[in-house]
Antibody, heavy 123, light 107 residues
Framework: QVQLVESGGGVVQPGRSLRLSCAAS????????MHWVRQAPGKGLEWLAV????????YYADSVKGRFSISRDDFKNTLYLQMNDLRVEDTAVYFC????????????????WGQGTLVTVSS | DIQLTQSPSFLSASVGDSVTITCRAS??????LLWYQQKPGKAPKLLIY???SLQSGVPSRFSGSGSGTEFTLTISRLQPEDFATYYC?????????FGPGTKVDIK
């Protein structure tokens, strides 16, 4: 069965960096685009970033562009989110999700999600 | 960027009721709209893709409709496990965005 397991969250000071991981299993990882989505405490969902199935394209939300970087290692079946220059407003649960269908730009759906990992940015 | 609004933001209903949630897009997105259910402390669960297609394993009491800028999610005969927050999301172009959510609570 498809499983996505995030890790790497924790408490970090403003301005510092953190790298999140998302370990995938139960499907052919290199066949699917992958996304990161976050949810601040008590708030709604915010789409953050996507990496194409082959790693050739990446897109980011304006709120994280230039600070966060999405990547993947198809040998390890793992998705990453490198987060630099963290801000208090980056405090959230971070989810990874699999894209199924569509052409990468439009269509498809985020059909499987991990359980999330909490990142707290505080001095 | 495309903005999504949802109405109502909060809905109180009883088991057995039928409820409808509306999602409006700031510009046309064809049928590139998804609906999710989220329960506290859990990841979102995909209910509907392509505006009206039921995700595998999702009960048939959930249905979606619409295209362009206006979409609806209908839950017929609410069950106790349906009390949750519902989000729409467009997948028309980047950045993908979510609606602010609709919380369905027990009356």
């Amino acid at each position: 069965q498809v499983q996505l397991v995030e890790s790497g969250g924790g408490v970090v000071q403003p301005g510092r960096s953190l790298r999140l991981s998302c370990a995938a299993s139960g499907f052919i990882f290199r066949n699917n685009g992958m996304h990161w989505v976050r949810q601040a405490p008590g708030k709604g969902l915010e789409w953050l970033a996507v990496v194409w199935y082959d790693g050739s394209k990446k897109y980011y939300a304006d709120s994280v562009k230039g600070r966060f970087s999405i990547s993947r290692d198809d040998f390890k079946n793992t998705l990453y989110l490198q987060m630099n220059d963290l801000r208090v407003e980056d405090t959230a649960v971070y989810f990874c999700a699999r894209l199924e269908g569509g052409d990468g730009y439009k269509g498809g759906a985020l059909d499987y999600w991990g359980q999330g990992t909490l990142v707290t940015v505080s001095s | 960027d495309i903005q999504l609004t949802q109405s109502p933001s909060f809905l109180s209903a009883s088991v057995g009721d039928s409820v409808t949630i509306t999602c409006r897009a700031s510009q046309g997105i064809s049928s590139y709209l998804l609906w999710y259910q989220q329960k506290p402390g859990k990841a979102p669960k995909l209910l509907i893709y392509a505006a009206s297609s039921l995700q595998s394993g999702v009960p048939s009491r959930f249905s979606g409709s619409g295209s362009g800028t206006e979409f609806t999610l209908t839950i017929s005969r609410l069950q106790p496990e349906d009390f949750a927050t519902y989000y729409c999301q467009h997948v028309n172009n980047f950045p993908y965005s979510f609606g602010p959510g609709t919380k369905v609570d027990i009356k």
